[in-house]
């Protein structure tokens, strides 16, 4: 319970935001960093699980103080296996690599796919979203679902936390070399999903075998990993296809907490891949947002939502392209503002889908996309290309008609734009609603209410062409729209080429 003298509320701020500061912080105190790791081990071995070093690569200017991992018994990760027959947290099985036993008599069945879910910083394998992919992965196919637990080994300080991430990936490397010389599964079969520090734990796993066919990194956490070398983070080289999304690639010092940088085969960018639509922006409103929900609701967890809300984005994401049909289509493109400007819809260059389809595409590079706000958060990408016939000073609006049923009505022009008679006006925009194919599109015209300027535009607006780019299905319509006219406060309803 809260009390009313304000000391509980700092300590929910500083539990909250302060370890996600503490990484850059530390990397302004190299020469403190230096004196610091001068006094601590820099070698050391785990039983089966190897040696760790504190020497380069792992000591750079991006890591000032380097630490050792934690002992495998203070960190204490288990294995906590879901499947169809045992779904729910009552009936999770624990799995441990030195007791095959635990694994034959559990109701893991090699002949299936097998997820492994791997949480991130001051997580657990309890948190609700693990337990959302989970049923989400089991509903979708009968296979094997494993949540690693590190949760003892994933608290502050950050720097121990980031250390602990090597031991927990050899612990996830031996599991499943267990299960493989056990003849109890294939290496063809595992698929690792990591979210924030857990994206880099499922790194130095695949690290460590042969051919793991694939890895999906989460929001790789930014601080001690952004810039390091290949052998500290998440990288191509880790598994067969590694595919990323990248949803908090702000700058520390606005409190992101993801890697921009790419660290896969295909690097997803969902609205820029920083800041999330319906989430906070910038330092000032994520730490507003973040004390008073904590206060308001009494809860930690609702405070953390908030400063991490991009971060969290992409495991809902990821969790949502489980059992989505919109395809959470990903475009080549150099930047946000060239995508925004819906000059990158067109596949020549090759697309790619984000989540769990990703490995259905054979595209590569960095991907940019679109979301909305709130659930359901997948977008159908649109691009509508108007030529006027006469000129036109106004708002306009676009419904789009389909075989499934019509769009909500969606503003092409917030503020009043001028289009002048012969020339192409271009507006990129989104749905989450899934039409089906585009029958006709109706436009909305309302001419400017300025009485200076009014008088200059008629009240019929006429259209020399019209035509519509639907990216996920990379097909161009035209529609009969040549010589027609949309009244002022009025709509048409323009049909597809062939129809007219």
């Not at 054979?362 to 030529?387: D, E, V």
């Not at 259209?463 to 002022?488: I, P, T, W």
Request: charged letters at 15%; glycine letters at 10%.
């Amino acid at each position: 319970m809260l009390g009313g003298n304000g000391q509980e509320t700092s300590q929910i701020v500083g539990h909250l935001i302060m370890p996600i500061f503490q990484g850059f912080i530390l990397d302004q105190l190299p020469q403190v960093g230096s004196q610091i790791d001068h006094q601590i081990n820099r070698h050391i071995c785990y039983d089966d699980l190897g040696c760790f070093s504190t020497e380069a690569p792992f000591r750079s200017a991006q890591r000032p103080i380097v630490l050792l991992p934690d002992t495998p018994d203070k960190i204490r990760t288990t294995f906590e296996l879901h499947t169809r027959s045992k779904p729910s947290t009552a009936d999770e099985q624990i799995l441990d690599y030195k007791n095959v036993s635990s694994i034959r008599a559990s109701s893991f069945d090699g002949s299936k796919k097998t997820k492994i879910i791997i949480h991130g910083y001051t997580h657990n394998g309890h948190r609700q979203w693990l337990q959302n992919m989970a049923r989400a992965f089991l509903k979708k196919e009968d296979m094997n679902v494993i949540i690693v637990d590190w949760g003892h080994g994933a608290v502050p300080p950050y720097t121990e936390a980031a250390a602990n991430t090597r031991v927990v990936g050899a612990q996830v490397a031996k599991l499943i070399s267990v299960m493989v010389s056990a003849d109890q599964s294939g290496i063809d079969k595992f698929h690792l999903i990591g979210h924030s520090l857990g994206a880099h734990v499922a790194g130095y796993a695949g690290e460590r075998l042969t051919h793991l066919p694939r890895i999906s990194g989460l929001d790789p956490a930014d601080p001690y990993f952004q810039g390091t070398d290949i052998k500290v983070r998440l990288d191509p080289t880790d598994a067969d296809f590694v595919d990323v999304i990248h949803t908090d690639g702000s700058s520390i010092l606005s409190l992101g907490m993801g890697a921009a940088q790419a660290m896969g085969h295909v690097d997803f960018y969902p609205n820029g891949g920083s800041e999330q639509p319906g989430c906070p922006a910038g330092l000032l409103s994520k730490i507003t947002q973040t004390v008073w929900h904590s206060v308001s609701q009494l809860d930690l967890l609702a405070g953390e939502g908030s400063v991490a809300c991009s971060h969290e984005r992409s495991y809902i994401y990821y969790t949502e392209s489980i059992l989505a049909t919109c395809p959470f289509m990903g475009y080549p493109c150099t930047s946000k503002d060239e995508f925004s400007k819906g000059r990158c819809l067109y596949c020549d260059g090759g697309c790619s889908y984000m989540g769990y389809n990703a490995d259905k595409s054979t595209s590569r590079g960095s991907m940019y996309l679109s979301t909305q706000a709130a659930a359901p958060y997948c977008n159908f990408h649109y691009q509508l290309n108007i030529t006027a016939n006469n000129s036109m000073d106004g708002k306009l609006t676009v419904v789009l008609q389909g075989s499934k049923g019509n769009t909500d009505a969606i503003s092409l022009t917030p503020n009043e734009e001028v289009l002048s008679n012969g020339n192409t006006m271009t507006k990129f925009f989104t749905t989450n609603k899934d039409i089906g194919n585009v029958t006709a599109v109706a436009l909305r015209y309302d001419k400017t209410a300025n009485l200076l300027l009014g008088w200059a535009y008629p009240n019929a607006w006429s259209l020399m062409g019209l035509s519509l780019l639907e990216a996920e299905k990379h097909r161009m319509d035209q529609f009969c729209a040549y010589g027609k006219s949309v009244q002022n406060h009025g709509a048409t309803s323009f049909g597809m080429m062939g129809t007219c």
